[in-house]
């Protein structure tokens, strides 16, 4: 079942990342944070779903790639936007990729999604693994948890 999900995530934050906010990506290995590429500060943000299946995902991504995310998405220029813009950009962007992916799982009891959450970066262990999400900006990393 990890696979169909991490499969549905994936199209979703295509379809997400290229609609909403104007950016093609390409999804890479897995690697720890250290290993992810990302330009600092990261910003994390945390979505929990409950179902037939529950878990969480989560999405890291530096300030300046939300930076560009929120100027597409919000069609102002950057300057103007301000660190409530950049994060609401992100925890708006998880809203839509995990009730996307999730409703593409075939399941018996509806998905609930929590609301998502900043999260500090020191959350994500050194060595877990995440998966590795490349936009011509930036990388991306994703972490999907099944509880």
Known sequence: MMKILMTAMKTSISEVMETMFFLPVEFGEEATLAQCGMDKPIIASELKFAGDLSGSLCILASKNLIG?????????????????????????????????????IDTKVPFKLGLPEVIEESKIHEKEMLTIVETAESNMAIRLKID
Do not use: I, P, Y
């Open 68 to 104: 560009e995310m929120a100027e597409n998405f919000m069609g102002e220029a950057r300057g103007l936007l301000t660190d409530d813009h950049l994060l609401g950009t992100l925890t708006e962007m998880l809203n839509m990729v995990c009730g996307n992916a999730l409703s593409k």
